[in-house]
């Protein structure tokens, strides 16, 4: 952990992050609510900007181009079906319930990867995973001010593949280097939702939100997160990430007119719970 103006750089940068990634759910939300084009072609478009300017600036400081490697296929199959299932989700989901079933399912889904990795969980770590999933459950249940489930499943898919994305890029040597083939293989694997593209309903304006997405608060986001990952410990990282689904819920209320349900409030402070205690039982276990 850096001090002085380090731990202030890095504070700023976390923040900076933070911001970026909340900035996904607005800009996506707020591109399909207002009819400024459809979710298929923004997958493509977000995914294409992040290839092309990550692949520009890689390919130039390497002098060579960047292409995907047979090992890179999970980083950018997981990639693409993040991306494409949170655009998809957006259709129906309001910016902050689409962050708060996103997270979970995320950190969930890395807990059910490490079992396969022969990373056993305590028990506090698993209680706050189900504490974490019963928020979820009442998040997603069916009831009057329940949002839509197959958007909501959807989502919870986007988080499960998020959360292979984390691990296939988790011990590599050169980050931003391996980024920037996910994005190039997701780009690629993105041309199939071009069927699914409604042309008629592209506008200049959500174009601009798509490539804002994809070559800014995604590509650079991305590579930045696992720059500031280098700096803080990883129970700062776990505990930052707890401030996504509020930034994002309080900025879709402010910018995009969204209600604040009781809903939400109660799942989102369950779901918090829950990670709360996965991340305290983490450090506990690393300080025994």
Known sequence: MESGHGGWRSTGLLFVVLAAFASNSLLNRAAL???????????????????????????????????????????????????????????????????????????????LIGLTRSIIPTRGQLAGAAIALTGLVVLIAPGATAPPLWSGLLMAFAGIAWGFYTWAGKGVADFPLATARYFVGAGLLALLLVPFAVTSTITWHGVLLAVISGAFTSALGYVLWYHVLARISIATAAVSQLSVPAIAGLGGVLLLGEVLTMRMITGGMIIFAGIGLAIWASAGRKAA
């Open 33 to 111: 609510v207002g009819g400024q084009i459809d979710w298929a072609s923004f997958t493509i478009i977000r995914l294409l900007s992040g290839a092309l300017i990550l692949g520009l600036f890689l390919g130039v400081r390497h002098g060579k181009a960047v292409l995907p490697r047979r090992g890179d296929c999970v980083g950018a199959m997981s990639l693409f079906a993040y991306a494409g299932a949170f655009s998809a989700a957006y259709i129906s989901l309001d910016a902050g319930v689409g962050a708060l079933i996103l997270f979970p399912a995320g950190q969930i889904s890395i807990q």
